[in-house]
């Protein structure tokens, strides 16, 4: 997905109050009257806990200061009017009638309208505008930012109350049914249940979270773009999927003790056959004990742990779950040479996107400037360099 270029300077740092006024005012603007309401969702990072989301496992993420808004207004038809800002494009249909997604932002918005009134109905048409600042491609969930302020929008506007947690299954179902990817729910629970100030510690097992402080004590998450786009449609991303599924069958087969991913420990990875799905799991038994130590690693203000961990995880997603690639290394390679980082890695589905790193607040300046001129050394490419603030999950503002 590309989003329009000119209108991406002007909003990329907006505040959330900001971002929503100038939709509301687009909306205004372009349908001759107000939106009822704005709904908002913001996009995430993930400081540990990789790979391990649809596979019950354990992850650390938080939201960022980067949303996807959507305001909305019913009319008294059955017509649909959907313009998104940053596709610069426009999806019209009737409600109950078959709609042709042209490309991948209208298919979200077009699986969360049939997954959304699959579960309660939608009472009539509606006018809606879509813009946002989340960056996209670079693995900190776009995708999910613009499904979870939609499926908001539409529970707001249907009054149909569906809880959080139903809500954001929704939105998982949508990347399963309507883009192919079977993804985990790290990104839209993220999303929506992220509170300011705080990371989470998401158990996908039972689905419970509880929240810890996100204070770093002098150091800051440095977020460094490589610029690669990476689309988990067509990746490997469904290959691990299903690598890691049949290594769990064929681990419940032999030891009669596995019934699920979280009974796996190290010393059943000698049991399966195949090399690449020891490998495999071995990141996955590794990574949540790697986030367990992450946790205690916050608990204990431990920066220099806390970057130690990551770097593993880095190591271990490009060793052994092999998703990868020569841009993320680099700059891992390059991040840790600096001297200023406690430790780094690649973030999100990987293949490209962009990596995190731990850094002395008052060195992220130098840090900075080395990495991006090594980068464009090396690759002949600028990266982008972020440093974002954790803030609440989805909201929505009426008027
Ligand atoms: C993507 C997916 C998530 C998760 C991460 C990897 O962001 O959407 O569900 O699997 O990759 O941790």
Redesign the pocket.
């Known amino acids: 997905m590309g989003r329009s270029s000119n209108t991406i300077e002007s909003i990329k740092t907006l505040g959330l109050e900001a971002l929503v006024s100038k939709n509301k005012e687009t909306f205004t603007k372009h349908f001759a009257f107000a939106p009822v309401f704005t709904a908002y969702a913001p996009g995430r990072i993930?400081i540990i806990?990789?790979?391990?989301?649809?596979n019950q496992g354990l992850?650390m993420p938080c939201a960022i200061n980067r949303w996807v808004t959507v305001s909305m207004s019913a009319n008294k038809s059955k017509h649909v009017t959907v313009k998104s800002i940053d596709f610069a494009g426009e999806m019209n249909f009737v409600l109950g009638q078959p709609y042709g997604p042209k490309n991948s932002w209208e298919k979200y918005i077009y699986g969360c309208i049939l997954l959304f009134s699959g579960a309660k109905p939608i009472p009539s048409g509606f006018q809606a505008v879509i813009s946002g600042n989340v960056p996209i491609g670079s693995?900190v969930?776009s995708?999910?930012a613009l499904e979870v302020a939609f499926m908001n929008a539409l529970n707001h506007f249907s009054k149909a109350g569906i809880d959080d947690l139903s809500l954001i299954k929704l939105c998982?179902q949508v990347?399963h049914q309507y883009l192919g990817?079977k993804?985990?729910?790290?990104?839209q629970y993220a999303s929506q249940f992220s509170v300011a100030g705080k990371v989470m510690l998401l158990d996908f097992q039972n689905l419970a979270h509880r929240y810890i402080s996100a204070d770093t004590d002098g150091y800051v998450w440095v977020l460094c773009d490589t610029k690669v786009k990476r689309s988990?449609a067509g990746s490997k991303?469904s290959e691990r999927v299903e690598e890691t599924q049949s290594a769990l069958s064929t681990l419940k087969e032999k030891d009669k003790n596995i019934k699920g991913f979280r009974d796996i420990k190290e010393n059943h990875i000698a049991l399966l056959e195949n090399p690449d799905q020891q490998k495999r799991i071995k990141h996955y038994v590794t990574e949540n004990k790697r986030t367990e130590d992450a946790l205690n690693a916050f608990e204990r203000n431990d920066m220099k742990a806390l970057g130690e961990l990551l770097t593993a995880s880095h190591y271990s997603l490009k060793d052994d779950y092999e998703v990868s690639c020569n841009e993320l290394d680099f700059l891992v390679k390059e991040a840790l040479a600096t001297g200023y980082c406690a430790g780094g890695r690649m973030m999100?589905?990987?293949f490209g996107g962009c990596i995190i790193n731990l850094v002395r607040e008052t060195d992220a300046n130098a840090f900075s400037q080395q990495i991006q001129q090594a980068y464009k050394q090396k690759f002949n490419i600028e990266t982008e360099i972020n440093i974002y603030q954790s803030v609440n999950g989805a909201g929505i503002y009426t008027y």
């Open positions: 993930n806990g990789e790979h391990t989301d649809y992850s693995g969930s995708s999910a998982q990347e990817v993804s985990g729910l790290l990104d988990l991303y999100g589905g990987g």
